[in-house]
């Protein structure tokens, strides 16, 4: 009997030993899953877009300035009463000082675009800091305006790189959501038939002010949004705009319902993997 009873308690202990782990493992606090635009307990620090109430959008410009190409675009610009920010590498900031005077003079915005375009992400700490800073420097000599935005090149840099990136110089990370390949596809009508397909309200524009297709594409291009009814904006300007999004209603009880039977010989179904994106 004395046996038996040993055994029944023993049997008793491993189950609830057994049972511990499970239930640890129901009550552990969750991993939170980073967006990878804003430090731990700091502000927003990368935007590829923005959410807002009004169809504002930011056109921007990279590569730049061209000798040949940019003052024609700045006549365009200004003959549309339309603001743009562009991104300049450094190098021909330095080449072309006169046309960063007229870019600032003429109310658009200056970016740091790094000084001789190459992939920061891969860099170390000390180049990243000295391609923009001969930027910033470059820049600043031209027009006497240090930039407050920064977009690295192909959109490559690291979360750690951006957190110290804007520490050090105050700078936000911008990136796009409207892309239309124009260093790719050397054709008007593809720019113009992609920025009007993609662009939607606080979207950033990707184009390229050093390709004379990209700029042969804007007039169209920038009649069709304004007919729209987009308004143009700088991007430091698009940033005070930005809106928390909403938060998800959640489902209603009564709306769930059972997916419906399956018959015989209806077509498998699978969900689609979304296209990958490329960046340059």
Request: glycine share 6%.
């Amino acid at each position: 009997m004395s046996r038996l009873i040993f055994l029944l308690f023993l049997s008793a202990g491993l189950t609830v030993l057994a049972a511990e782990p499970a239930q640890n493992a129901a009550t552990a606090t969750p991993v939170p899953v980073s967006s990878g635009t804003s430090t731990p307990a700091g502000p927003k620090i990368t935007y590829s877009s923005i959410h807002t109430d009004g169809p504002y959008i930011a056109l921007t410009f990279d590569d730049g300035p061209s000798a040949a190409n940019t003052p024609r675009l700045l006549d365009l610009l200004a003959k549309k009463h339309i603001k743009a920010t562009f991104f300049m590498v450094g190098e021909n900031a330095k080449e072309y000082p006169a046309i960063v005077k007229r870019i600032a003079a003429e109310g658009h915005e200056i970016g740091n675009h790094s000084w001789s375009h190459p992939n920061l992400g891969i860099m170390s700490d000390d180049k990243v800091r000295s391609e923009l800073q001969r930027t910033d420097d470059a820049i600043f000599q031209a027009c006497g305006v240090h930039p407050k935005v920064m977009r690295p090149p192909y959109g490559s840099l690291a979360r750690g790189q951006r957190i110290w990136v804007n520490k050090e110089f105050g700078y936000k990370v911008i990136l796009w959501d409207v892309d239309p390949l124009d260093w790719k596809y050397r054709n008007s009508a593809h720019v113009e038939s992609e920025i009007l397909k993609q662009t939607r309200d606080g979207s950033i524009i990707l184009s390229h002010d050093i390709h004379a297709t990209t700029v042969d594409a804007m007039p169209a291009t920038l009649d069709e949004l304004l007919a729209k009814g987009y308004k143009f904006v700088t991007v430091d300007e698009l940033l005070t705009m930005d809106k928390p999004l909403p938060p998800k209603p959640a489902p209603s009880p009564a709306a769930k319902k059972d997916p419906p039977a399956k018959t015989a010989g209806s077509p498998a179904t699978s969900a689609a993997s979304p296209p990958a994106v490329a960046s340059h």
